[in-house]
């Protein structure tokens, strides 16, 4: 596909501005730089915002205002990876703060913004189409130089770390081709850098600090005192508390119904996640004093790190019909707090009874002066040079993201990153299995209980009844929630086993057999109206279809009734009566006022053929005439009152 970029066309007061053109995509890039008061030292004042415009994909917000909110999980993430590209590029030093700006305005789903690495079959693809990357064994991301990698992230179904290596290789040279574009462009432009503003840190105080980082005694490659507990809160579905160090993070298990699932409405998709995990960083954890303003991008981010690392891991929704949500609580941090949660949610998983194809942990490996540190702690995170997260089975890698501070990490240094924190995540996976080995076999009693099976599609509306009084009437009964999908899936939750049981088999008793009950002969009403809305084609007449006539046989009527004559009836008309009204409301009437169920009263009681034979009782005239003898009474045998009050004509209902 063409990629095009237009230079300085929009925003033209800023630094600069980029349009990039994909295929159908655009995304507009903006550079501003703000003169800082004092020098910032600790750190460069790189901002990144990514906006999601609707209009970009044709839609309206959900939003109560209608309008663009606060970013999006997606947004925030995709953020958060062009920083950690672009961050250790810069300089440290400086009084001038640098923002870029990147709005979508409009996307073509087969041509996404970020360049993603995914697999078919035995060839590496760049950029997969959307049905490609749904077959792929993985979904890469990756940020270079034309010497180093930046940055990594992907999620992965426990790939190896060789299968690995070839798909960063490989994305390597894709991004060469780039890079030689991007020179091309300044050539031609005859672009020079603009000299940056820095100040020159002595740094011997904390090189001499970092050289002694290990004061612990730790080897390099040596993880920290671990310490596991599961089972630690009672009356939750699931929980276990993960500490390696001074890091420790609780991870706590709900599982709910399938209605509890969550949406995900953003440019890039709508879809409903059923595995939520929330990272929560309070900022007690690093014994600080701050007011809180809500989730912040690194909890967005580290939280979606762990959703990534169990996307593979836990069973599909027909074969585990429930939400998850994991909250990794983290409450003690000296580094890789990402990775204790990843640790902390598969133990907590598998103790809620949760079927993980295999338990996952997760590991972060630092860099310093070309070494490379196994488990780094906070202060190694603060001066080193890379923070390379890795997480997964004993089977390969499910997810991982790499952040540096220099520029970039040598092809070597990946590799034996990579064997580093293969043979750390074995140690830790083999100190969880001495705790718990595989999920438990069954979920706790504190879990709503559920039974799904199929119907027949035809079945869901007598499942529903009318207006949903079935479904609400059963509900009611059992306190079962009932959920039904469309193509026939139906789940049942209820706390109790008993009331469980009741409501599938009152469901998946055959709803046919109740139509059959309902099928009543039409030929016992004196005629019939066609019931609904009767549609026609253009320039067709409706009495191809049904009758018309007059009332009352008057001509001169206004308007006229589409009825089917008595005698025009075919014997193989057949009425569903599924309201009731095959019981006239004047039985119920009588049973209400006097006690008595009309049903059991026989005809052959004196008072009540007294009745019917009396010419001044009301409604009962039409006993005399030869067409209710010969058409009703002789043909229908009637052996109740209840029949002969229906023939009478008392009720105006479906058999008048």
């Given at each position: 596909r063409e990629v095009v970029f237009e230079i300085?066309?929009?925003?033209?007061?800023?630094?600069?501005?980029?349009?990039?053109?994909?295929?159908?995509?655009?995304?507009?890039?903006?550079?501003?730089?703000?003169?800082?008061?004092?020098?910032?030292?600790?750190?460069?004042?790189?901002?990144?915002?990514?906006?999601?415009?609707?209009?970009?994909?044709?839609?309206i917000p959900n939003a109560f205002g209608k309008r663009e909110g606060k970013p999006s999980h997606d947004a925030i993430t995709a953020a958060r990876m062009i920083d950690r590209s672009l961050r250790s590029l810069f300089p440290l030093g400086s009084n001038q703060e640098v923002?870029?700006?990147?709005?979508?305005?409009?996307?073509?789903?087969?041509?996404?913004?970020?360049?993603?690495?995914?697999?078919?079959?035995?060839?590496?693809?760049?950029?997969?189409?959307?049905?490609?990357?749904?077959?792929?064994?993985?979904?890469?991301?990756?940020s270079a130089t034309e010497e180093k990698i930046t940055m990594l992230d992907?999620?992965?179904?426990?790939?190896?770390?060789?299968?690995?290596?070839?798909?960063?290789?490989?994305?390597?040279?894709?991004?060469?081709?780039?890079?030689?574009?991007?020179?091309?462009?300044?050539?031609?432009?005859?672009?020079?850098?603009?000299?940056?503003?820095?100040?020159?840190?002595?740094?011997?105080?904390?090189?001499?600090?970092?050289?002694?980082?290990?004061?612990?005694?730790?080897?390099?490659?040596?993880?920290?005192p671990l310490k596991i507990n599961i089972d630690y809160l009672p009356n939750v579905h699931g929980s276990a508390v993960f500490e390696r160090g001074e890091t420790k993070v609780l991870a706590v298990v709900t599982i709910g119904k399938i209605s509890d699932k969550q949406l995900v409405d953003s440019i890039f998709s709508r879809y409903h996640k059923y595995f939520i995990h929330h990272y929560n960083f309070p900022q007690f954890a690093v014994n600080e004093v701050a007011s809180y303003r809500g989730v912040s991008r690194r909890e967005v981010g580290h939280g979606e790190l762990v959703e990534k690392t169990f996307d593979y891991l836990l069973p599909e929704v027909s074969n585990f019909p429930y939400t998850i949500r994991v909250v990794s609580e983290v409450f003690s941090s000296d580094g890789s707090s990402s990775q204790a949660s990843v640790c902390a949610a598969s133990l907590a998983l598998m103790t809620a009874g949760v079927p993980l194809v295999r338990p996952a942990a997760g590991i972060a490996l630092g860099l310093f002066e070309g070494q490379i540190y196994t488990d780094l702690n906070g202060l190694e995170d603060k001066l080193g040079e890379m923070d390379f997260k890795i997480a997964g089975t004993e089977k390969g890698i499910c997810s991982l993201q790499l952040d540096v501070k220099n520029n970039g990490i040598s092809s070597k240094l990946l590799r034996e990153s990579l064997e580093k924190a293969r043979q750390a995540r074995l140690y830790i996976l083999s100190e969880m299995k001495h705790l718990i080995l595989h999920p438990r076999s069954t979920l706790p009693t504190q879990v709503i209980k559920c039974r799904s099976f199929y119907v027949e599609k035809e079945v869901i509306g007598l499942i529903i009844g009318p207006r949903g009084k079935t479904i609400n009437q059963l509900t009611e009964e059992t306190g079962s929630t009932i959920e039904i999908e469309d193509d026939g899936y139906v789940i049942i939750y209820n706390q109790e086993e008993k009331k469980l049981e009741r409501t599938y088999q009152a469901i998946k008793e055959n709803p046919k057999e109740e139509i059959n009950k309902e099928l009543k002969g039409i030929k016992r009403t004196t005629g019939q109206h066609p019931g609904g809305l009767l549609i026609t084609l253009?320039?067709?007449?409706?009495?191809?279809?049904?009758?018309?006539?007059?009332?009352?046989?008057?001509?001169?009527?206004?308007?006229?009734t589409t009825h089917f004559e008595y005698s025009f009836l075919s014997e193989m008309f057949l009425k569903v009566d599924m309201l009731g009204h095959d019981e006239p409301t004047i039985?119920?009437?009588?049973?209400?006022?006097?006690?008595?169920?009309?049903?059991?009263?026989?005809?052959?009681?004196?008072?009540?053929?007294?009745?019917?034979?009396?010419?001044?009782?009301?409604?009962?005239?039409?006993?005399?005439?030869?067409?209710?003898?010969?058409n009703l009474l002789t043909p229908l045998?009637?052996?109740?009152?209840?029949?002969?009050?229906?023939?009478?004509?008392?009720?105006?209902?479906?058999?008048?």
């Amino acid at each position: 596909r063409e990629v095009v970029f237009e230079i300085d066309q929009l925003a033209t007061k800023s630094e600069k501005s980029i349009l990039c053109r994909y295929g159908n995509t655009t995304v507009l890039t903006v550079l501003t730089i703000k003169q800082l008061a004092k020098e910032v030292n600790s750190f460069f004042p790189l901002t990144i915002n990514f906006e999601e415009k609707f209009y970009a994909v044709g839609k309206i917000p959900n939003a109560f205002g209608k309008r663009e909110g606060k970013p999006s999980h997606d947004a925030i993430t995709a953020a958060r990876m062009i920083d950690r590209s672009l961050r250790s590029l810069f300089p440290l030093g400086s009084n001038q703060e640098v923002q870029i700006s990147n709005c979508v305005l409009s996307l073509d789903q087969e041509c996404d913004p970020p360049v993603v690495i995914g697999k078919e079959k035995d060839n590496f693809i760049c950029n997969p189409s959307s049905e490609q990357l749904n077959n792929s064994l993985f979904e890469l991301i990756v940020s270079a130089t034309e010497e180093k990698i930046t940055m990594l992230d992907g999620a992965a179904q426990e790939i190896s770390e060789k299968e690995l290596e070839k798909a960063i290789n490989f994305a390597q040279k894709e991004i060469l081709v780039l890079i030689g574009f991007f020179r091309h462009i300044a050539s031609v432009l005859e672009v020079k850098k603009e000299p940056m503003i820095t100040k020159e840190i002595d740094l011997d105080i904390q090189q001499n600090e970092t050289k002694q980082v290990r004061l612990d005694g730790r080897r390099v490659g040596e993880i920290r005192p671990l310490k596991i507990n599961i089972d630690y809160l009672p009356n939750v579905h699931g929980s276990a508390v993960f500490e390696r160090g001074e890091t420790k993070v609780l991870a706590v298990v709900t599982i709910g119904k399938i209605s509890d699932k969550q949406l995900v409405d953003s440019i890039f998709s709508r879809y409903h996640k059923y595995f939520i995990h929330h990272y929560n960083f309070p900022q007690f954890a690093v014994n600080e004093v701050a007011s809180y303003r809500g989730v912040s991008r690194r909890e967005v981010g580290h939280g979606e790190l762990v959703e990534k690392t169990f996307d593979y891991l836990l069973p599909e929704v027909s074969n585990f019909p429930y939400t998850i949500r994991v909250v990794s609580e983290v409450f003690s941090s000296d580094g890789s707090s990402s990775q204790a949660s990843v640790c902390a949610a598969s133990l907590a998983l598998m103790t809620a009874g949760v079927p993980l194809v295999r338990p996952a942990a997760g590991i972060a490996l630092g860099l310093f002066e070309g070494q490379i540190y196994t488990d780094l702690n906070g202060l190694e995170d603060k001066l080193g040079e890379m923070d390379f997260k890795i997480a997964g089975t004993e089977k390969g890698i499910c997810s991982l993201q790499l952040d540096v501070k220099n520029n970039g990490i040598s092809s070597k240094l990946l590799r034996e990153s990579l064997e580093k924190a293969r043979q750390a995540r074995l140690y830790i996976l083999s100190e969880m299995k001495h705790l718990i080995l595989h999920p438990r076999s069954t979920l706790p009693t504190q879990v709503i209980k559920c039974r799904s099976f199929y119907v027949e599609k035809e079945v869901i509306g007598l499942i529903i009844g009318p207006r949903g009084k079935t479904i609400n009437q059963l509900t009611e009964e059992t306190g079962s929630t009932i959920e039904i999908e469309d193509d026939g899936y139906v789940i049942i939750y209820n706390q109790e086993e008993k009331k469980l049981e009741r409501t599938y088999q009152a469901i998946k008793e055959n709803p046919k057999e109740e139509i059959n009950k309902e099928l009543k002969g039409i030929k016992r009403t004196t005629g019939q109206h066609p019931g609904g809305l009767l549609i026609t084609l253009p320039n067709t007449d409706i009495q191809k279809y049904t009758p018309l006539n007059y009332p009352a046989d008057n001509r001169q009527a206004e308007w006229m009734t589409t009825h089917f004559e008595y005698s025009f009836l075919s014997e193989m008309f057949l009425k569903v009566d599924m309201l009731g009204h095959d019981e006239p409301t004047i039985l119920q009437k009588l049973f209400q006022l006097t006690g008595i169920d009309p049903e059991k009263i026989s005809f052959r009681d004196e008072k009540v053929m007294k009745m019917f034979t009396e010419a001044d009782t009301l409604g009962i005239p039409e006993f005399g005439t030869d067409f209710v003898k010969r058409n009703l009474l002789t043909p229908l045998k009637p052996t109740k009152f209840s029949q002969l009050v229906q023939i009478s004509g008392f009720s105006h209902g479906t058999n008048v």
